[in-house]
């Protein structure tokens, strides 16, 4: 991880343009931990990283900027700043659960493994955004902040059309890839990404070709900036739902494939029931294989997977409801064979009224189809004719005949 360490702006001191930034980038990779110094560079620049986009959004308050009325198309800047500072404010929570990590510097092998599942994890804004990674929303609070910089700039002399032609490429840039990731996904609805970044790779090239000669095109760049901050704005958000909806739809097609490995099991658990249990559960064991392949839209595979949680408790449901008189049949014959082993230690085996005991339990509960409730209420039977006599009191020493 190479980057320039650009310090934080001063009280009054102006924002370095963000296309002379450095760009974040994560150490490690996700299931393998970064080593302590790659670690402690990236909370460096994270940390300057954090202190400069604050001073950059703290400039841009819109309040402080204009105390006239704000017209309606203004006012939608509000929504851009308060979606870029609760992304910001996400970083920088993301940010401290990585310091008390670290520990100042403190870390093993675990921590450092936590650290870099911190870094590559995914994190929830809050801001409608989505759940996003560390740089994701990084890069994303970037974008708004440069297009929120470039609306909200009433200097003249302040605009650097080159400047902002380089960053307006290096967003493109990212744009395509994040358009190319979504295609790949086979996931898009209505007009290409691609076309549409394309076009604006386009309108670029035609506010070059004007501005080299000579024309007036900060207008159109303004414009421009706008656009590629919300396609790119838009992209990052498309892409990390396609990815969550990807990852949901990998875990409902392992329960399934889970369900369905499980599900003979059961039935042959209901198949035995149903020979040795007189009156066994009604209960029908359900078809996982039913409910097919997960769907690929959001909406279906909520609604799959919302079946398939209701497929699972009806598996786990019916497994419990057949093994249960099995478990008691084996309760009983464990209870009979007790019972039979202290009544031959006692002596009371051998009586009539034992025996006959003996033999219409073990008759009822080794009888198929097995009724539960004659063989319980015969073991019983057995338990009582069985157990020990009571003791005569003898008469205390020395007492009167």
Known sequence: MTTQNIPAPGPGQPAAPLGAQPVLTAPGSMGRAADAPALLRFLTELGEWSARRRAELDELDPDSLDPEPWTPAELALRDDLVLAMGLWQSVRSRADDLHRTWDSGRVGVVEREQMTALIWGRLDTGTGAGTLSLLEAARLCDTLTASLQSRLNHDPDATDVLRRRRALRAALVRCEDLASALAATDETDGPSTADQVADLVRRLGVVTSQSERGADVAGRLAELE??????????????????????????????????????????????????EIADPPRLAVPDVTRLGDPPTDRAGLDSYTARLGRAEQALAQAREAFSAPLRQRASLRYSLRTATERSLANGRAETATAQAALEEATAAVEATPCDLALAAALVEQYEIVTRDLPRPVRPAHGAAS
């Open 226 to 275: 706008i656009d590629v901050a919300r396609a790119e704005r838009d992209l990052i958000v498309a892409l990390s739902a396609h990815q969550q909806l990807a990852r949901d739809r990998g875990r409902a097609l392992r329960l399934r494939t889970a369900l369905a490995s499980s599900e003979p099991a059961v039935h042959d658990l209901a198949d035995r029931t149903r020979a």
